[in-house]
């Protein structure tokens, strides 16, 4: 059964369901600490279950650290997307203040990083120069050293003039990163056996497709790619075949990120952020520009039939609060119980959303909320969609 949310949603604190009321009381006095990237800042942020606070603030005038990845106990690496610099933080575990360690130069316009396996190396796909940088970050204290710099091979579709990766997400087996480039109508299969980091398959979409993120299920002994595409606004699904070296793909799905509900204005829409939680049957897809007075979330289910093709269902839809939720991401505690949302633009910069673990639903009515106009630079305040880019729960 579909359920159609079109509550729209308000700034302010919001009753959370009951069985959440009770986790957030047992441990109100150890908050939930985030991390969050917006233009020019690096943000430290406390969330209590009821409200947000902000606990730090790196101010870098004309940055765009709009990727975080963080490496535990207390280092925080950070892209910026506006020039060719990583730069790492480390974080003080009691005061949750950040302090600049050190930077290095790859590729210009990196927007996301990810882990090897035993997160001696960093990947990070530099969308602005159609490469994919390889970083050694096995040092005690996480310095980055440059390994390689990996071209996108091949022509990009004319329309976009060059290549984009915009991911790079390290597979179930640990073996392959899949990176969807949005530039080319390509998904490449990078492989880092042995090191060699080397493209060594490539999935071809249809032209003016513009992948752009997508996630992993594991059902059984089986693997799943669904991939969120920003420029036709579709969500696939494929079956994964491992050969000698690389990824076969075989697509058994493919539907609107919207489900059954368009956007407004499907000329602007843009799908933004893919995540699949961690039961293996939740699929999230953030919405942007949609030309609705916010934009939204959507839920599909992951469903595998005897004797029939898997499929992911259409489940509901939610309002952000906000415009441009470029990026969103699950709470870190077993059962996944919030959802944190990024919105660049509109009134909610921040909201946090309660989950329900069996149903994998969220709630439409937010735990809580921040507004943008608490977490955009002072120097931006006159620019639109200059609210946050990334969230997450370290």
């Not at 604190?13 to 009770?22: I, K, Q, S, V």
């Not at 920003?230 to 919207?258: H, M, P």
């Not at 049957?281 to 959507?298: C, F, L, P």
Request: glycine share 8%; net charge negative.
């Amino acid at each position: 059964m579909i359920r159609t949310i079109t509550t729209l949603l308000t700034l302010g604190t919001a009753t959370a369901m009951p069985a959440l009321m009770a986790r957030q009381n047992n441990s109100a006095s150890e908050p939930r600490k985030l991390v969050i990237g917006a233009p020019f800042q690096v943000l430290t942020a406390n969330f209590d279950g009821s409200k947000f606070s902000i606990t730090g603030n790196q101010t870098t005038a004309g940055s765009a650290p709009s990727w975080l990845l963080f490496k535990e106990p207390n280092l925080l690496y950070a892209v910026d997307e506006n020039a060719n610099d990583t730069s790492l933080f480390t974080l003080d575990s009691s005061s949750s203040q950040l302090t600049p360690a050190s930077a290095a130069n790859g590729s210009s316009g990196v927007v996301f990083l990810a882990f090897n396996a035993d997160k001696t190396r960093m990947v990070g796909a530099a969308y602005g120069s159609g490469k994919v940088d390889v970083w050694d970050v096995s040092a005690a204290d996480g310095s980055l050293k440059l390994i390689k710099s990996v071209t996108v091979p091949g022509e990009p579709n004319p329309a976009q003039g060059a290549h984009h990766p915009h991911q790079a997400l390290l597979d179930p087996t640990g073996r392959f990163f899949v990176i969807p480039n949005l530039g080319g109508d390509t998904v490449l299969i990078l492989d880092n056996k042995d090191d060699k980091y080397e493209i060594t398959g490539t999935l071809k979409l249809p032209t003016g497709t513009g992948p752009r993120h997508g996630g992993f299920i594991t059902s059984g002994n089986a693997h799943y790619y669904t991939l969120a595409s920003e420029l036709t606004n579709e969500l696939f699904l494929f079956s994964l075949t491992y050969k000698a070296d690389t990824i076969d793909f075989q697509q058994v799905q493919n539907q609107s990120t919207y489900g059954s509900i368009p956007p407004a204005n499907a000329s602007s829409a843009a799908a933004g952020e893919l995540v699949v939680a961690a039961n293996q049957k939740d699929v999230y897809v953030s919405n942007r520009i949609s030309g609705n007075e916010t934009d939204s979330i959507a839920h599909f289910v992951f469903k595998k039939t005897c004797g029939g093709p898997p499929s992911l269902n259409f489940a509901d839809t939610i309002s952000t609060g906000g415009l441009r939720p470029r990026m969103f991401s699950l709470s870190t505690d077993e059962s996944q119980s919030l959802a944190f949302v990024a919105n660049q633009g509109g009134d909610a910069g921040l909201a946090a959303f309660a989950r329900d673990p069996g149903s994998g639903a969220l709630n439409p009515t937010p735990v809580a909320t921040m507004p943008n106009t608490a977490l955009v630079a002072p120097q931006l305040a006159a620019t639109e969609f200059m609210g946050p880019q990334f969230v997450q729960e370290i």
